[in-house]
């Protein structure tokens, strides 16, 4: 509300409480007028009667011969302010009106004063509303109430989140475009090294020239997902999602995975439960799941099993993928999903990247991911894929 506005109010509040507190007042000095009256009267009356006893008859008579419309002259005839002839009818109606027009102004004003400010409110949780599903450049109109330094501070508030949003975004898309840029120059060297290592491969030992050839696979694998990375950061990763059978996405993150699994001896059980779909993209899912299985097959160690199972109810899909090991270490379950982070167990074949591109795809696709210990020992994975409204 503005100054004009709180003045309006400020006077009819005014007004109405002047007209309840002058009704109070009139009717209380009414009565008041009333029992002064009386007194006066009676005061009269009785000392004429005490010095002439005689005229006690002829002074009844003389009132009842008056306006007064009574029976009795004091209160020794029985008589009371109320039935004398001073009536007080015109200003207890006068009081009673006045009482009554100071409450219907109250509450007139505090309706109104209830009603503008609740318009003031709306208006600032409309805009706030506004600005969560990402409208911008929104400008409040300037006023002056008692709203007015809320509504500032929120202003500032919302523009110091934009700078923040714009400073932010703008590191983020730096960052990748670093990342874009050193996984290109990693590139040539890797190409390179890798062609010198199999022109000298006759003139190497064997056992150093796979021990190169590793290390060579290990910038190569680095180098693809610092990419991804950049991609996920700068929001260029184009995801082909429709609806996909969960049963059929763990089989066949599966069986790329097989030969792994082959070599380490470690059991895969993927139970089939009913046919079950999820709105992702299969392929980059398929990508994120081989990571989770990876990190069970590569935790249980040799000879284990990794264990699948999901279920659904109507708000969204569960998918479990756990293993028979010992589970994660205490310590690094805060920092799973972090970029570059090795656990306190981890071999020296990754690089700290699978679980965290694993997350950033499965978020991506409206879903969540979170790592927890089985009461029964064994590291546990679940994923949610929301379903959309």
Known sequence: MSKKSNLKMTVLFALSVSLIVSSMTAYLLTIYYRHVCFYILEGLCDSMIAKNPDSKQAVLELLKTQDFHVTH???????????????????LWIAVFSFLAGGILFLFTFWYW????????????????????????????????????????????????????????????NFAENLSNIAHQLKTPITSISLTVQMEKERLEATRAADIERQINRLTHLEEALLLLSRIDAGTLVFDKKPTDVFTLLSLASDNLYELFLQDGVVIDIPEMGEMNIHVDLNWTMEAVMNLMKNCMEAAGAGAAVHCSY????????????????????????HLFERFYRGKNAKNTGIGIGLSLSKAIIEMQNGIIRAFNLSNGGACFEIRFYKSA
């Open 114 to 173: 209830h009603r503008k400010s609740d318009a003031r409110i709306r208006a600032l949780t409309g805009y706030l509303e506004k600005i969560n599903t990402g409208v911008s450049g929104l400008v409040f109109e300037s006023s002056d109430d008692e709203f007015s330094k809320l509504q500032d501070e929120i202003y500032k508030t919302v523009t110091e989140l934009y700078q923040t949003r714009e400073e932010a975004l703008t590191a983020r898309n």
């Open 73 to 91: 002259v004091t209160s020794s005839f029985g008589y009371s302010p109320s039935n004398l002839g001073i009536s007080d009818t015109p200003a």
């Open 311 to 334: 279920e659904k109810n109507p708000l969204y899909v569960q998918i479990r993928i756990w293993d028979d090991g010992e589970g994660f270490a205490k310590e690094d379950l805060p």
